[in-house]
Every structure is written in structure tokens, then in C-alpha cells.
């Protein structure tokens, strides 16, 4: 059974770096088939993909957010995690993790999401 | 900057038919941006619907399909259920891992 749950601060501070876990079951990050991204909504709005790392470590990023954003996985731990610097409350969203699958290009599994509100 | 472009609200009547399209603000959507369909309902995560732009995922009724219709990519709901009332976003395969989202399409059956 597959399944991804992220975890995390609930409320950062404007100006902080937020980290972000995403631990993963049913699968292995080694998974040649499979990668991982981080996937954010703030509320009322719509999904924005922020990240992708795969199986042999190359990482992409969102463009617009790339200088604040990065991603790593540690297999032996079953994580991937995402790391945001310089959190503005804009950044306020539900946090996701899905699963790519390769096959497809298609997210198939999809973390429950972690709210993170930025606030002083 | 690459916008995947989807309308913003749509409304279909119980047991009638839509179609909602998911397009780029400049070129045509292919097979090859492996598009795929997300449905999700408030407080909850996305649930996928179609990938590789017309294979339903396990569990989907086959009263969604998908499919290439024009320039863009089209789901369509068949029989519409008022369960089926939810956002629907699309998503497009840029390459390297690169994903971008629909705007989305927030669906209501009345």
C-alpha cells in the first residue's frame, strides 16, 4: 500500500525557511520509475507545483520559485524534503507530496497536505 | 512562463455531459505534455482522474474520459453525477520532471 505523509511546522515566521517532510511508504525513492514532488495550494486557490526530485537525484524546480526552493530525498529514510527559504505570508498554502510515476508523467499517490500559515 | 489555461466555473445539469478543456496560452496541447486530470473536493487532497491523456486511473468510473479535442485537452464527464460536483484540474508534462497546473475548473452539477 502506498501511501505519503508530509510533515512540518504549522506556522512560520515571514523571513524564515520553512522544511518540509514528505515520508513515504509502499515504495522505494530508489524506484527508477518513481519521483517525487512537492505540490502547494494556498487557500481558495489553485495547485501549484513547486518541485520534482527522481530516483537518480536530478531535482526540477518551478521557475518562478527556484532561488527559494530545494529538494533532496534520503532513500535509506524514505523522505524527501523540500526547503523554502524566505517565507512570506503569500506563501500561506496546503502543502502537498505526490508520487510520479513515470509512466504517464502522472502524479498516482498523493500525501493527506500540511497547512503552513506564515505569520509575525 | 508557460499557463495552462482551463475555464473557471462550469455548470452541467445531473446525468448531462461536459466537457472541460485544458489549453496553452501559446501552442497546442499533444499527447506528448502527457496530460492528465485531477478531481478534488474541499479540505481534501487531488484524486487522479486520467493520465496520458486518456487512461482512467484505477477506480474511475467510466464516465470520465479523456482525449485530445483541437488544440487542447478535454475531460469529459458522461451522465454527470451531483458527487461530481468538485474542482478539476489539469496538469501538462513539460519535460525533466516539470509539471504545470491548471488554473482549474470549479464544477457544478444543479
Known amino acids: 500500500q502506498v501511501t505519503l505523509k508530509e510533515s512540518g511546522p504549522v506556522l512560520v515566521k515571514p523571513t524564515e525557511t520553512l522544511t518540509l517532510t514528505c515520508t513515504v511508504s509502499?515504495?522505494?525513492?530508489?524506484?527508477?520509475?518513481?519521483?517525487v514532488s512537492w505540490i502547494r495550494q494556498p487557500p481558495g486557490k489553485a495547485l501549484e507545483w513547486l518541485a520534482h526530485?527522481?530516483?537518480?537525484?536530478?531535482?526540477s524546480y518551478s521557475t518562478s520559485l527556484k532561488s527559494r526552493l530545494t529538494i533532496s530525498k534520503d532513500t535509506s529514510k524514505s523522505q524527501v524534503v523540500l526547503t523554502m527559504t524566505n517565507m512570506d505570508p503569500v506563501d500561506t498554502a496546503t502543502y502537498y507530496c505526490?508520487?510520479?510515476?513515470?509512466?504517464?508523467?502522472?502524479?498516482?499517490?498523493w500525501g493527506q497536505g500540511t497547512l503552513v500559515t506564515v505569520s509575525s | 512562463q508557460t499557463v495552462v489555461t482551463q475555464e473557471p466555473s462550469f455548470s452541467v445539469s445531473p446525468g448531462g455531459t461536459v466537457t472541460l478543456t485544458c489549453g496553452l496560452s501559446?501552442?497546442?496541447?499533444?499527447?506528448?505534455?502527457?496530460p492528465s486530470w485531477y478531481q478534488q473536493t474541499p479540505g481534501q487532497a487531488p484524486r487522479t482522474l486520467i493520465y496520458?491523456?486518456?487512461t482512467r486511473s484505477s477506480g474511475v468510473p467510466d464516465r470520465f474520459s479523456g482525449s485530445i479535442l483541437g488544440n487542447k485537452a478535454a475531460l469529459t464527464i458522461t451522465g454527470a453525477q451531483a458527487d461530481d460536483e468538485s474542482d478539476y484540474y489539469c496538469?501538462?508534462?513539460?519535460?525533466?520532471?516539470?509539471?504545470?497546473f491548471g488554473g482549474g475548473t470549479k464544477l457544478t452539477v444543479l
Open positions: 526530485i527522481f530516483s537518480n537525484d536530478e531535482k
Open positions: 501559446s501552442g497546442s496541447v499533444s499527447t506528448s505534455y502527457y
Open positions: 509502499g515504495f522505494s525513492l530508489s524506484n527508477a520509475r518513481m519521483g
Open positions: 496538469v501538462l508534462y513539460m519535460g525533466s520532471g516539470t509539471v504545470v
Open positions: 505526490a508520487r510520479m510515476d513515470s509512466r504517464g508523467a502522472h502524479f498516482d499517490y
Open positions: 496520458s491523456t486518456n
